[in-house]
């Protein structure tokens, strides 16, 4: 069974970069059928998409975070990985990672991220 | 950039209740939205796709139409443990996606 696993830091100090690994296991991120996204959620807000990669590395992005984004993948280690930056308080989330397809329909559980000095 | 527009943003209701959720985007987007349900502190659940199919395992109380720009989420008959943040999902240009505002339902 698929699972995804967000981590990194729980907190980041405003003007840094945020950096997520979401580590896939129970299957093969070199799937010609899906993309790899990166989905987040402010407090008490609704979702937003952040941008997904696909297994050879094509990326795609958020028009809205595209200067401030890098996504990349590692086959060998089965993970794709998100960076942010500069941050601020604003980016302050609840970051999912995702298999995308036509669906959405393997999540991680999410992983608090507060942008904080 | 296709933007979705979802309706009631809060929504209160009382089991057994019909309840109906609507979305719109901004453009023609065929049938290529989808439906998801999330619970507090859980990651949002797909339930239905392509606009009108019923995800496996998802209970039939749940359905889903539209197609072009205007959608629609109903729930037939509420039940307690739908209580849950609902958002529509588009994917007209894939992998560039966008999700509605979400709406917050409540039981009365």
């Known amino acids: 069974q698929l699972q995804l696993q967000e981590s990194g830091p729980g907190l980041v100090k405003p003007s840094e970069t945020l950096s997520l690994t979401c580590t896939v296991s129970?299957?093969?991120?070199?799937?010609?059928?899906?993309?790899w996204g990166w989905i987040r959620q402010p407090p008490g807000k609704g979702l937003e998409w952040i941008g997904s990669i696909f297994y050879s590395g094509s990326t795609y992005y958020n028009p809205s975070l595209k200067s401030r984004v890098t996504i990349s993948v590692d086959t060998s280690k089965n993970q794709f990985s998100l960076k942010l930056s500069p941050v601020t308080a604003a980016d302050t989330a609840v970051y999912y990672c995702?298999?995308?397809?036509?669906?959405?329909?393997?999540w991680g559980k999410g992983t608090t991220v507060t942008v904080s000095s | 950039d296709i933007q979705m527009t979802q309706s009631p943003s809060s929504l209160s209701a009382s089991v057994g209740d019909r309840v109906t959720i609507t979305c719109q985007a901004s453009?023609?987007?065929?049938?290529?939205l989808n439906w998801y349900q999330q619970k507090p502190g859980k990651a949002p659940k797909l339930l239905i796709y392509?606009?009108?199919n019923l995800e496996t395992g998802v209970p039939s109380r749940f359905s889903g139409s539209g197609s072009g720009t205007d959608f629609t989420f109903t729930i037939s008959s509420l039940q307690p443990e739908d209580i849950a943040t609902y958002y529509c999902q588009q994917y007209d240009n894939l992998p560039l996606i966008t999700f509605g505002q979400g709406t917050r339902l409540e039981i009365k």
């Open positions: 129970g299957g093969s991120i070199s799937s010609s059928s899906y993309y």
């Open positions: 453009q023609d987007i065929s049938n290529y």
């Open positions: 995702a298999r995308q397809g036509r669906i959405m329909d393997v």
């Open positions: 392509d606009a009108s």
